[in-house]
Protein backbone atom coordinates (compact mmCIF):
# COMPACT_ATOMS: atom_id res chain seq x y z
CA UNK A 1 0.00 0.00 0.00
CA UNK A 2 2.96 2.68 1.09
CA UNK A 3 4.67 1.33 -2.10
CA UNK A 4 1.38 2.25 -4.69
CA UNK A 5 1.13 6.00 -2.42
CA UNK A 6 4.91 6.27 -3.20
CA UNK A 7 4.07 5.30 -6.99
CA UNK A 8 1.03 8.07 -7.23
CA UNK A 9 3.30 10.66 -5.66
CA UNK A 10 5.64 10.64 -7.71
CA UNK A 11 3.79 10.16 -10.81
CA UNK A 12 1.87 13.26 -9.67
CA UNK A 13 5.19 15.14 -9.50
CA UNK A 14 6.41 14.16 -12.63
CA UNK A 15 3.05 15.40 -14.20
CA UNK A 16 3.47 18.52 -12.44
CA UNK A 17 6.76 19.15 -13.12
CA UNK A 18 5.72 18.69 -16.93
CA UNK A 19 2.96 21.20 -16.68
CA UNK A 20 5.31 23.87 -15.10
CA UNK A 21 7.89 23.17 -17.72
CA UNK A 22 5.42 23.54 -20.89
CA UNK A 23 4.06 26.53 -19.00
CA UNK A 24 7.00 28.24 -18.75
CA UNK A 25 8.23 27.25 -22.05
CA UNK A 26 4.88 29.29 -22.94
CA UNK A 27 5.38 32.57 -21.13
CA UNK A 28 7.67 34.81 -22.91
CA UNK A 29 10.77 36.16 -22.69
CA UNK A 30 11.69 39.46 -22.26
CA UNK A 31 15.41 39.29 -21.09
CA UNK A 32 17.08 39.40 -24.97
CA UNK A 33 14.37 42.12 -25.93
CA UNK A 34 14.88 44.61 -23.05
CA UNK A 35 18.66 44.52 -23.19
CA UNK A 36 18.72 45.04 -27.19
CA UNK A 37 16.02 48.11 -27.10
CA UNK A 38 17.12 49.78 -23.98
CA UNK A 39 20.51 51.55 -25.56
CA UNK A 40 17.85 53.27 -28.06
CA UNK A 41 15.49 54.32 -25.27
CA UNK A 42 16.58 58.08 -23.72
CA UNK A 43 15.52 59.52 -21.10
CA UNK A 44 14.03 63.12 -21.68
CA UNK A 45 14.36 66.41 -19.36
CA UNK A 46 13.18 69.65 -19.58
CA UNK A 47 13.60 73.06 -18.21
CA UNK A 48 11.21 76.25 -18.22
CA UNK A 49 11.65 78.99 -16.27
CA UNK A 50 8.19 80.16 -14.83
CA UNK A 51 7.47 84.07 -13.74
CA UNK A 52 4.52 83.41 -11.50
CA UNK A 53 5.11 83.35 -7.83
CA UNK A 54 4.61 80.65 -5.86
CA UNK A 55 4.50 79.64 -1.72
CA UNK A 56 5.85 76.65 0.24
CA UNK A 57 4.49 75.80 3.55
CA UNK A 58 6.08 77.85 5.98
CA UNK A 59 7.02 74.85 8.32
CA UNK A 60 8.45 73.14 5.10
CA UNK A 61 11.77 72.27 4.21
CA UNK A 62 13.29 71.07 1.29
CA UNK A 63 15.02 67.68 1.93
CA UNK A 64 18.51 68.17 0.16
CA UNK A 65 18.58 65.63 -2.87
CA UNK A 66 20.37 65.55 -5.81
CA UNK A 67 18.92 67.16 -8.90
CA UNK A 68 18.87 64.28 -10.88
CA UNK A 69 17.09 61.81 -7.95
CA UNK A 70 14.03 60.53 -9.10
CA UNK A 71 12.36 61.74 -5.74
CA UNK A 72 12.83 65.23 -7.23
CA UNK A 73 9.60 64.40 -9.68
CA UNK A 74 7.67 63.11 -5.77
CA UNK A 75 8.44 65.60 -3.97
CA UNK A 76 7.07 68.25 -7.22
CA UNK A 77 3.75 66.49 -7.42
CA UNK A 78 3.06 66.36 -3.59
CA UNK A 79 4.09 70.26 -2.56
CA UNK A 80 3.94 71.84 -6.33
CA UNK A 81 1.07 73.42 -5.39
CA UNK A 82 1.62 74.61 -2.17
CA UNK A 83 4.38 77.51 -2.37
CA UNK A 84 5.56 80.65 -0.48
CA UNK A 85 7.42 83.30 -2.74
CA UNK A 86 9.60 82.05 -5.14
CA UNK A 87 9.89 84.27 -8.28
CA UNK A 88 11.23 83.21 -11.91
CA UNK A 89 11.23 79.50 -10.70
CA UNK A 90 12.61 77.08 -12.79
CA UNK A 91 10.63 73.96 -13.47
CA UNK A 92 11.02 70.81 -14.73
CA UNK A 93 9.50 67.60 -16.05
CA UNK A 94 10.67 64.22 -17.11
CA UNK A 95 9.52 62.03 -19.85
CA UNK A 96 10.78 59.31 -22.43
CA UNK A 97 11.39 58.84 -26.20
CA UNK A 98 13.50 56.65 -28.83
CA UNK A 99 15.86 56.71 -31.48
CA UNK A 100 14.62 56.46 -34.88
CA UNK A 101 17.70 57.48 -37.05
CA UNK A 102 20.97 56.81 -36.76
CA UNK A 103 21.71 60.55 -37.16
CA UNK A 104 19.86 61.76 -34.11
CA UNK A 105 16.06 61.84 -34.78
CA UNK A 106 13.92 61.15 -31.60
CA UNK A 107 9.77 60.71 -31.14
CA UNK A 108 8.28 61.55 -27.94
CA UNK A 109 5.04 63.35 -26.82
CA UNK A 110 3.70 66.45 -27.21
CA UNK A 111 3.06 66.99 -23.76
CA UNK A 112 6.76 66.19 -22.72
CA UNK A 113 8.32 69.22 -24.80
CA UNK A 114 5.32 71.61 -24.50
CA UNK A 115 6.68 75.15 -23.45
CA UNK A 116 9.53 73.77 -22.79
CA UNK A 117 12.98 76.64 -22.89
CA UNK A 118 15.46 73.33 -23.12
CA UNK A 119 15.58 69.81 -23.99
CA UNK A 120 17.95 67.05 -22.91
CA UNK A 121 18.44 63.52 -23.50
CA UNK A 122 19.99 60.92 -21.66
CA UNK A 123 21.40 57.77 -22.56
CA UNK A 124 21.67 54.59 -21.04
CA UNK A 125 25.41 54.65 -20.91
CA UNK A 126 24.82 58.59 -19.39
CA UNK A 127 25.28 60.49 -22.12
CA UNK A 128 24.17 63.26 -22.49
CA UNK A 129 22.97 65.74 -25.40
CA UNK A 130 20.71 69.25 -25.83
CA UNK A 131 17.89 68.60 -28.40
CA UNK A 132 16.04 70.58 -30.72
CA UNK A 133 12.54 70.76 -31.24
CA UNK A 134 11.66 70.03 -34.82
CA UNK A 135 8.32 70.04 -34.97
CA UNK A 136 5.74 69.44 -32.18
CA UNK A 137 1.36 68.13 -33.34
CA UNK A 138 -0.79 68.51 -30.48
CA UNK A 139 -3.86 67.08 -31.92
CA UNK A 140 -1.87 63.51 -31.67
CA UNK A 141 0.66 64.18 -29.14
CA UNK A 142 3.73 63.62 -31.47
CA UNK A 143 7.07 65.60 -31.25
CA UNK A 144 10.27 65.05 -33.08
CA UNK A 145 13.17 66.05 -31.33
CA UNK A 146 17.20 65.92 -32.86
CA UNK A 147 20.30 65.90 -30.93
CA UNK A 148 23.69 66.47 -32.76
CA UNK A 149 24.96 62.97 -32.89
CA UNK A 150 25.82 59.70 -35.41
CA UNK A 151 25.81 56.51 -35.21
CA UNK A 152 23.09 56.03 -32.76
CA UNK A 153 21.35 52.58 -32.01
CA UNK A 154 17.95 52.85 -33.29
CA UNK A 155 14.44 50.76 -32.66
CA UNK A 156 13.22 49.27 -35.14
CA UNK A 157 9.89 49.48 -36.21
CA UNK A 158 6.46 47.18 -36.78
CA UNK A 159 3.27 47.54 -37.28
CA UNK A 160 -0.04 48.00 -34.84
CA UNK A 161 -2.56 47.00 -36.98
CA UNK A 162 -0.79 43.79 -36.68
CA UNK A 163 -1.65 43.71 -32.98
CA UNK A 164 -3.94 41.17 -31.53
CA UNK A 165 -5.98 41.67 -28.48
CA UNK A 166 -4.48 39.48 -25.64
CA UNK A 167 -0.65 40.11 -27.62
CA UNK A 168 2.25 40.48 -25.32
CA UNK A 169 3.65 44.04 -24.77
CA UNK A 170 6.20 45.52 -22.97
CA UNK A 171 7.29 48.99 -22.42
CA UNK A 172 10.64 51.08 -21.67
CA UNK A 173 10.62 54.12 -20.00
CA UNK A 174 11.83 56.74 -16.83
CA UNK A 175 8.36 56.44 -14.62
CA UNK A 176 9.78 59.49 -11.80
CA UNK A 177 12.62 59.57 -13.21
CA UNK A 178 13.89 55.65 -12.92
CA UNK A 179 15.59 55.50 -15.89
CA UNK A 180 15.08 51.82 -17.85
CA UNK A 181 12.44 51.04 -16.58
CA UNK A 182 10.60 47.84 -18.07
CA UNK A 183 6.94 47.11 -17.74
CA UNK A 184 5.33 44.15 -19.50
CA UNK A 185 1.38 43.34 -20.48
CA UNK A 186 -1.02 42.29 -23.02
CA UNK A 187 -3.14 44.65 -25.20
CA UNK A 188 -6.30 45.60 -23.75
CA UNK A 189 -8.29 46.75 -26.99
CA UNK A 190 -7.53 48.49 -30.02
CA UNK A 191 -8.93 51.35 -32.03
CA UNK A 192 -9.73 52.95 -28.35
CA UNK A 193 -10.98 57.12 -28.71
CA UNK A 194 -10.92 59.15 -25.97
CA UNK A 195 -12.86 62.18 -25.41
CA UNK A 196 -9.89 64.57 -25.74
CA UNK A 197 -8.76 63.25 -28.79
CA UNK A 198 -10.29 63.00 -31.97
CA UNK A 199 -7.58 62.10 -34.60
CA UNK A 200 -6.07 58.92 -32.45
CA UNK A 201 -7.65 55.46 -32.25
CA UNK A 202 -5.04 54.29 -28.98
CA UNK A 203 -3.67 51.02 -28.46
CA UNK A 204 -5.17 50.26 -25.09
CA UNK A 205 -2.87 48.21 -22.64
CA UNK A 206 -2.45 46.99 -18.97
CA UNK A 207 1.42 47.92 -19.55
CA UNK A 208 1.95 49.78 -16.12
CA UNK A 209 2.97 53.40 -16.91
CA UNK A 210 3.15 56.62 -14.71
CA UNK A 211 4.46 59.93 -14.95
CA UNK A 212 7.52 59.74 -16.79
CA UNK A 213 7.08 56.77 -18.82
CA UNK A 214 5.28 59.49 -21.36
CA UNK A 215 6.87 59.39 -25.13
CA UNK A 216 8.80 55.90 -24.67
CA UNK A 217 7.92 53.06 -27.34
CA UNK A 218 5.79 50.04 -26.69
CA UNK A 219 7.35 47.05 -28.28
CA UNK A 220 5.52 43.47 -29.66
CA UNK A 221 7.42 40.30 -28.96
CA UNK A 222 9.85 40.41 -32.20
CA UNK A 223 11.58 43.57 -30.58
CA UNK A 224 9.50 46.11 -32.85
CA UNK A 225 7.71 49.69 -31.92
CA UNK A 226 4.46 49.41 -32.20
CA UNK A 227 2.71 52.40 -30.40
CA UNK A 228 3.92 55.54 -27.49
CA UNK A 229 3.63 55.49 -24.48
CA UNK A 230 1.17 58.72 -24.30
CA UNK A 231 -1.20 58.31 -21.53
CA UNK A 232 -3.08 56.92 -18.47
CA UNK A 233 -6.50 56.10 -17.38
CA UNK A 234 -6.02 56.96 -13.11
CA UNK A 235 -8.83 58.92 -10.25
CA UNK A 236 -5.46 58.39 -7.93
CA UNK A 237 -2.92 60.07 -10.09
CA UNK A 238 -0.96 56.87 -10.63
CA UNK A 239 -1.53 53.29 -12.65
CA UNK A 240 -4.82 52.05 -12.38
CA UNK A 241 -4.86 48.95 -15.04
CA UNK A 242 -5.82 51.24 -18.19
CA UNK A 243 -2.80 52.89 -20.42
CA UNK A 244 -2.74 54.11 -24.13
CA UNK A 245 -0.54 54.14 -26.36
CA UNK A 246 -0.24 56.31 -30.12
CA UNK A 247 0.17 53.78 -32.98
CA UNK A 248 3.52 53.63 -34.83
CA UNK A 249 2.45 54.03 -37.73
CA UNK A 250 0.41 57.05 -37.00
CA UNK A 251 3.17 58.82 -35.22
CA UNK A 252 5.65 57.77 -37.92
CA UNK A 253 3.12 60.24 -40.32
CA UNK A 254 3.43 63.47 -37.91
CA UNK A 255 7.23 63.08 -37.70
CA UNK A 256 7.56 62.42 -41.52
CA UNK A 257 4.99 65.87 -41.66
CA UNK A 258 7.16 67.35 -39.08
CA UNK A 259 10.25 66.89 -40.40
CA UNK A 260 9.74 67.86 -43.97
CA UNK A 261 7.01 70.62 -43.43
CA UNK A 262 7.64 71.65 -39.84
CA UNK A 263 3.72 71.04 -39.52
CA UNK A 264 1.03 68.50 -39.70
CA UNK A 265 -1.66 68.53 -41.97
CA UNK A 266 -5.15 65.71 -41.69
CA UNK A 267 -7.71 65.03 -44.14
CA UNK A 268 -11.07 67.32 -43.29
CA UNK A 269 -14.97 66.63 -44.63
CA UNK A 270 -16.03 69.92 -42.47
CA UNK A 271 -18.81 67.77 -41.20
CA UNK A 272 -19.61 68.13 -37.01
CA UNK A 273 -20.82 64.61 -36.16
CA UNK A 274 -22.53 62.96 -33.37
CA UNK A 275 -23.60 58.96 -32.05
CA UNK A 276 -26.33 57.55 -33.37
CA UNK A 277 -28.65 56.24 -29.95
CA UNK A 278 -31.27 53.47 -29.74
CA UNK A 279 -33.88 56.22 -30.06
CA UNK A 280 -32.41 57.91 -32.98
CA UNK A 281 -31.51 54.53 -34.79
CA UNK A 282 -34.76 53.27 -34.33
CA UNK A 283 -36.14 56.83 -35.94
CA UNK A 284 -33.55 56.29 -39.38
CA UNK A 285 -34.64 52.60 -39.51
CA UNK A 286 -31.90 50.91 -38.64
CA UNK A 287 -31.27 47.59 -36.69
CA UNK A 288 -28.76 49.08 -34.48
CA UNK A 289 -27.37 52.34 -33.25
CA UNK A 290 -24.21 52.82 -35.65
CA UNK A 291 -22.46 55.31 -38.05
CA UNK A 292 -21.45 59.18 -37.86
CA UNK A 293 -24.85 60.79 -37.53
CA UNK A 294 -24.01 64.26 -39.39
CA UNK A 295 -25.59 67.89 -37.52
CA UNK A 296 -23.70 70.32 -39.74
CA UNK A 297 -22.05 70.96 -42.93
CA UNK A 298 -19.45 73.30 -43.18
CA UNK A 299 -20.09 75.89 -45.80
CA UNK A 300 -18.08 75.39 -48.92
CA UNK A 301 -16.46 72.59 -46.82
CA UNK A 302 -15.78 69.08 -49.10
CA UNK A 303 -18.43 67.82 -47.48
CA UNK A 304 -20.91 70.42 -48.84
CA UNK A 305 -19.77 69.80 -52.21
CA UNK A 306 -19.85 66.22 -52.31
CA UNK A 307 -23.53 66.74 -51.34
CA UNK A 308 -23.33 65.46 -47.93
CA UNK A 309 -26.76 66.89 -46.03
CA UNK A 310 -27.44 67.32 -42.21
CA UNK A 311 -29.17 64.17 -41.01
CA UNK A 312 -27.14 61.55 -42.88
CA UNK A 313 -25.59 59.38 -40.77
CA UNK A 314 -22.17 57.98 -42.44
CA UNK A 315 -22.18 54.15 -42.32
CA UNK A 316 -18.47 53.62 -44.13
CA UNK A 317 -15.67 55.53 -44.74
CA UNK A 318 -13.11 54.16 -47.94
CA UNK A 319 -15.35 50.53 -46.83
CA UNK A 320 -14.51 51.04 -43.58
CA UNK A 321 -17.73 49.95 -41.52
CA UNK A 322 -18.11 52.65 -38.45
CA UNK A 323 -19.82 51.22 -35.47
CA UNK A 324 -19.59 54.69 -33.47
CA UNK A 325 -19.22 58.21 -34.64
CA UNK A 326 -15.58 58.83 -32.67
CA UNK A 327 -14.19 56.44 -35.34
CA UNK A 328 -14.66 58.74 -38.12
CA UNK A 329 -12.39 61.55 -37.59
CA UNK A 330 -9.04 59.48 -36.71
CA UNK A 331 -9.75 57.57 -40.69
CA UNK A 332 -10.24 61.18 -42.09
CA UNK A 333 -7.07 62.42 -40.44
CA UNK A 334 -4.86 60.51 -41.69
CA UNK A 335 -6.23 60.29 -45.46
CA UNK A 336 -3.86 62.35 -47.38
CA UNK A 337 -5.38 65.79 -48.73
CA UNK A 338 -6.92 65.85 -51.82
CA UNK A 339 -7.33 61.97 -52.12
CA UNK A 340 -10.48 60.73 -53.14
CA UNK A 341 -12.66 58.91 -50.62
CA UNK A 342 -16.28 56.56 -50.60
CA UNK A 343 -18.31 57.61 -48.26
CA UNK A 344 -21.99 55.30 -47.46
CA UNK A 345 -24.46 57.37 -46.28
CA UNK A 346 -27.83 56.40 -44.79
CA UNK A 347 -30.47 59.60 -46.12
CA UNK A 348 -33.96 59.07 -45.93
CA UNK A 349 -34.26 55.04 -45.42
CA UNK A 350 -32.15 54.88 -48.64
CA UNK A 351 -28.71 53.99 -48.60
CA UNK A 352 -26.34 56.24 -50.95
CA UNK A 353 -22.44 55.69 -52.07
CA UNK A 354 -20.67 59.20 -52.72
CA UNK A 355 -17.29 60.10 -53.50
CA UNK A 356 -15.66 63.30 -51.65
CA UNK A 357 -12.51 64.52 -52.25
CA UNK A 358 -10.47 65.11 -49.05
CA UNK A 359 -9.36 68.82 -47.77
CA UNK A 360 -7.14 69.98 -45.34
CA UNK A 361 -7.98 70.58 -41.72
CA UNK A 362 -7.92 74.48 -40.58
CA UNK A 363 -5.17 75.28 -38.36
CA UNK A 364 -8.21 77.50 -36.32
CA UNK A 365 -10.78 73.90 -36.06
CA UNK A 366 -12.03 74.85 -32.97
CA UNK A 367 -15.79 75.50 -31.71
CA UNK A 368 -16.63 78.08 -29.62
CA UNK A 369 -19.28 77.96 -27.30
CA UNK A 370 -21.38 81.44 -27.30
CA UNK A 371 -24.49 81.14 -24.90
CA UNK A 372 -27.93 82.43 -26.50
CA UNK A 373 -30.00 85.11 -25.15
CA UNK A 374 -32.83 84.32 -22.79
CA UNK A 375 -35.93 84.55 -25.01
CA UNK A 376 -39.43 85.22 -23.62
CA UNK A 377 -41.29 82.30 -23.52
CA UNK A 378 -44.80 81.92 -26.40
CA UNK A 379 -47.97 81.41 -26.50
CA UNK A 380 -47.34 78.11 -28.42
CA UNK A 381 -47.44 74.53 -26.97
CA UNK A 382 -47.09 71.11 -28.42
CA UNK A 383 -45.21 68.02 -26.17
CA UNK A 384 -44.53 70.31 -23.34
CA UNK A 385 -42.73 72.51 -25.44
CA UNK A 386 -43.20 76.47 -26.56
CA UNK A 387 -41.26 77.96 -29.09
CA UNK A 388 -41.27 81.38 -30.80
CA UNK A 389 -40.15 82.53 -34.07
CA UNK A 390 -36.64 84.15 -34.00
CA UNK A 391 -36.67 87.84 -35.44
CA UNK A 392 -33.85 89.97 -36.72
CA UNK A 393 -32.39 91.29 -33.48
CA UNK A 394 -32.11 88.52 -32.03
CA UNK A 395 -30.67 86.19 -34.73
CA UNK A 396 -27.86 88.66 -34.88
CA UNK A 397 -27.41 88.55 -30.81
CA UNK A 398 -26.95 85.02 -31.35
CA UNK A 399 -24.71 85.26 -34.61
CA UNK A 400 -27.00 83.00 -36.70
CA UNK A 401 -26.34 83.21 -40.44
CA UNK A 402 -28.84 80.28 -40.93
CA UNK A 403 -32.41 81.18 -42.01
CA UNK A 404 -35.70 79.28 -40.22
CA UNK A 405 -35.70 77.97 -36.68
CA UNK A 406 -37.88 77.73 -33.74
CA UNK A 407 -36.49 79.01 -30.47
CA UNK A 408 -37.76 77.07 -27.34
CA UNK A 409 -38.99 79.35 -24.98
CA UNK A 410 -39.88 76.87 -22.49
CA UNK A 411 -39.93 73.18 -21.55
CA UNK A 412 -42.11 71.61 -19.55
CA UNK A 413 -43.01 68.12 -18.65
CA UNK A 414 -43.50 65.71 -21.72
CA UNK A 415 -41.59 63.96 -24.61
CA UNK A 416 -39.75 67.09 -24.88
CA UNK A 417 -38.45 67.43 -21.91
CA UNK A 418 -37.70 63.64 -21.83
CA UNK A 419 -35.74 63.91 -25.19
CA UNK A 420 -33.24 66.47 -23.40
CA UNK A 421 -34.25 69.81 -25.27
CA UNK A 422 -33.78 72.51 -23.43
CA UNK A 423 -34.49 76.65 -23.21
CA UNK A 424 -32.56 78.34 -25.58
CA UNK A 425 -32.15 75.61 -27.96
CA UNK A 426 -33.03 76.56 -31.40
CA UNK A 427 -34.90 73.31 -33.24
CA UNK A 428 -33.37 73.43 -37.10
CA UNK A 429 -35.22 70.53 -38.37
CA UNK A 430 -38.21 67.75 -37.46
CA UNK A 431 -38.05 64.49 -39.13
CA UNK A 432 -35.63 65.48 -42.01
CA UNK A 433 -37.53 68.77 -42.78
CA UNK A 434 -35.70 72.07 -42.50
CA UNK A 435 -38.13 74.08 -39.82
CA UNK A 436 -39.35 77.59 -41.16
CA UNK A 437 -40.63 79.13 -37.76
CA UNK A 438 -42.49 77.99 -34.76
CA UNK A 439 -45.62 77.59 -36.65
CA UNK A 440 -44.24 75.16 -38.89
CA UNK A 441 -43.08 73.48 -36.46
CA UNK A 442 -46.15 72.91 -34.78
CA UNK A 443 -47.49 71.51 -38.53
CA UNK A 444 -44.67 69.26 -38.26
CA UNK A 445 -45.44 67.96 -35.10
CA UNK A 446 -49.21 67.53 -36.14
CA UNK A 447 -48.08 65.88 -39.33
CA UNK A 448 -46.53 63.05 -37.89
CA UNK A 449 -49.57 61.19 -37.20
CA UNK A 450 -48.46 57.97 -36.05
CA UNK A 451 -44.87 57.80 -35.92
CA UNK A 452 -43.63 56.62 -32.75
CA UNK A 453 -39.92 58.10 -32.29
CA UNK A 454 -38.87 61.17 -34.80
CA UNK A 455 -34.92 62.38 -34.86
CA UNK A 456 -35.42 66.26 -34.47
CA UNK A 457 -31.76 68.65 -35.12
CA UNK A 458 -31.39 71.70 -32.27
CA UNK A 459 -28.28 74.23 -31.97
CA UNK A 460 -27.09 74.73 -28.59
CA UNK A 461 -25.05 77.43 -28.30
CA UNK A 462 -22.48 76.83 -31.19
CA UNK A 463 -23.34 73.27 -31.29
CA UNK A 464 -26.07 71.18 -33.77
CA UNK A 465 -26.83 68.37 -31.62
CA UNK A 466 -29.58 65.74 -32.71
CA UNK A 467 -32.24 64.09 -30.76
CA UNK A 468 -34.83 61.56 -30.48
CA UNK A 469 -38.29 63.11 -29.79
CA UNK A 470 -40.55 59.73 -28.81
CA UNK A 471 -43.84 60.60 -29.33
CA UNK A 472 -45.70 57.78 -28.87
CA UNK A 473 -44.90 54.88 -26.06
Known sequence: MMFRMQSWLAGAALVLGLVNAAVARDLPEFTELAETNSVSVVNISTHQKSQGKQRLPHDFSM????????????????????????????????GSGFVISSDGYILTNYHVVDGADEVQVRFSDRRFYDAKVIGSDRASDVALLKIDAEGLPTVKLGSSTDLKVGEWVLAIGSPFGFDHTVTAGIVSAKGRSLPSENYVPFIQTDVAIN???????????DGEVVGINSQIYSRTGGFMGLSFAIPIELAIGVADQLREHGKVSRGYLGVLIQDVDYNLAESFGLEQPRGALVSRVMPDSPAEKAGVKVGDVILEFNSKRLLNSSQLPPLVGITGVNEEATLKVLRSGETLDMQITVGRLPDDE??????????????IEQLGLSVIDIDAGVRE???????GGALVGKVGSGPAEDAGIRRGDIVLMFDGVDVENAKHLRELIEAAGDKRTVAILVRRGDSPLFMALRLKN
Open 397 to 403: ELGLEDK
Open 211 to 221: PGNSGGPLFNL
Open 366 to 379: QSASNKPAEPRPDE
Open 63 to 94: PDVPEDSPFNELFKRFFGDELDEFADRESRSL
